[in-house]
């Protein structure tokens, strides 16, 4: 089991405007908190995890396969490994996602 106090995650920069901070993992999931300032993009890239999430606050761009939708606090998506993908940022936003497999680059 794995337990982490509110604050207690160490915050990273992974693109200019986006930071991490990895909450808790296990045997076969991640789980990370992203911090995203409007104006940021995390450019079109693939990886083989299947990332899972929520928008908690502000208003981002998901591109996924051709399409793009506006995702705003409280919705959802579910991006299966291996698909290319990027984020424009529009609004300042939080957003909490999950990965499976564990992202062995998203370790402390």
Avoid at 15 to 40: P, S, W, Y
Avoid at 70 to 78: F, I, M, N, P, T
């Amino acid at each position: 089991m794995m337990f982490r106090k509110k604050g207690a995650a160490d915050r990273r920069q992974i693109v200019e405007g986006v930071f991490l901070q990895t909450l808790v993992h296990g045997d076969k999931t991640l789980m990370g908190r992203f911090d995203l300032a409007q104006g940021a993009a995390i450019p079109s890239h693939t990886h083989l995890h299947e990332q899972t999430g929520i928008l908690l606050s502000g208003k981002l761009r998901l591109k996924c396969q051709g399409r793009a939708w506006e995702a705003h606090s409280g919705d959802s998506w579910c991006i299966p490994g291996g698909v290319e993908h990027a984020v424009d940022v529009l609004e300042d936003a939080v957003a909490i996602e999950v990965f499976s497999p564990v992202r062995d680059d998203f370790l402390e």
